[in-house]
T-cell receptor, first 117, second 112 residues
Framework: GAGVSQSPSNKVTEKGKDVELRCDPI?????LYWYRQSLGQGLEFLIYFQGNSAPDKSGLPSDRFSAERTGGSVSTLTIQRTQQEDSAVYLC???????????????FGSGTRLTVV | DQQVKQNSPSLSVQEGRISILNCDYTNSMFDYFLWYKKYPAEGPTFLIS?????DKNEDGRFTVFLNKSAKHLSLHIVPSQPGDSAVYFCAASAQGAQKLVFGQGTRLTINP
């Protein structure tokens, strides 16, 4: 597609339930990133994919968080046993080569707003 | 450990005047810096970038200045327009690293 697509755009879930967030990057972009923005905070790095592998998972806050990427394209971020502190906007971004280099940096999707009640 | 800091959560500027957004960083390994702009309910969009080999980069109304010795960068918008009202994030990356580290953002409001 023309841009980075994320679904759902909004998700309300009960505490303790599992959720899956989906990201469809720009076609041909090998690098894919997940960030989250909690209320009043900056963008917090979660995980980076190059192709299907995830060389940097350092930002995942706990073992309840996992992500995968299949076929070098779509990525899914899964949060198990959600907690209220997981409420945030989860943003996905992609770039052609990684590091956001070149003149255009990353291209972000519009995000998934997750609310855990 | 906040490696990229935007100490002003908000800034209000009159239309037509200059907006100056500031960003400080602590990691001397950062060598590439970017500014992103974010409207509500949208993802951040890339605005302008600068490599550490430069101290200034200009694109239309937007200019980014980098002071490596002070570990400080700034974004100048002149003249400011109502459509510039948004949250602005600065970001940085280090050679060999693949991720961008973002600041907390500054909400810019342009008043008519």
């Amino acid at each position: 597609g023309a841009g980075v697509s994320q679904s759902p755009s909004n998700k309300v879930t009960e505490k303790g339930k599992d959720v899956e967030l989906r990201c469809d990057p720009i076609s041909g972009h090998t690098a894919l990133y997940w960030y989250r923005q909690s209320l009043g905070q900056g963008l917090e790095f979660l995980i980076y994919f190059q192709g299907n592998s995830a060389p940097d998972k350092s930002g995942l806050p706990s073992d309840r968080f996992s992500a995968e990427r299949t076929g070098g394209s779509v990525s899914t971020l899964t949060i198990q046993r959600t907690q209220q502190e997981d409420s945030a906007v989860y943003l996905c971004a992609s770039s052609p080569r990684g590091r956001g280099t070149g003149n255009h940096g990353y291209t972000f999707g519009s995000g998934t707003r997750l609310t855990v009640v | 450990d906040q490696q990229v800091k935007q100490n002003s959560p908000s800034l209000s500027v009159q239309e037509g005047r200059i907006s100056i957004l500031n960003c400080d960083y602590t990691n001397s390994m950062f060598d590439y810096f970017l500014w992103y702009k974010k409207y509500p309910a949208e993802g951040p969009t890339f605005l302008i970038s600068i490599s550490s080999i430069k101290d200034k980069n200009e694109d239309g109304r937007f200019t980014v200045f980098l002071n490596k010795s002070a570990k400080h960068l700034s974004l100048h918008i002149v003249p400011s327009q109502p459509g510039d009202s948004a949250v602005y994030f600065c970001a940085a990356s280090a050679q060999g690293a693949q991720k961008l580290v973002f600041g907390q953002g500054t909400r810019l409001t342009i008043n008519p």
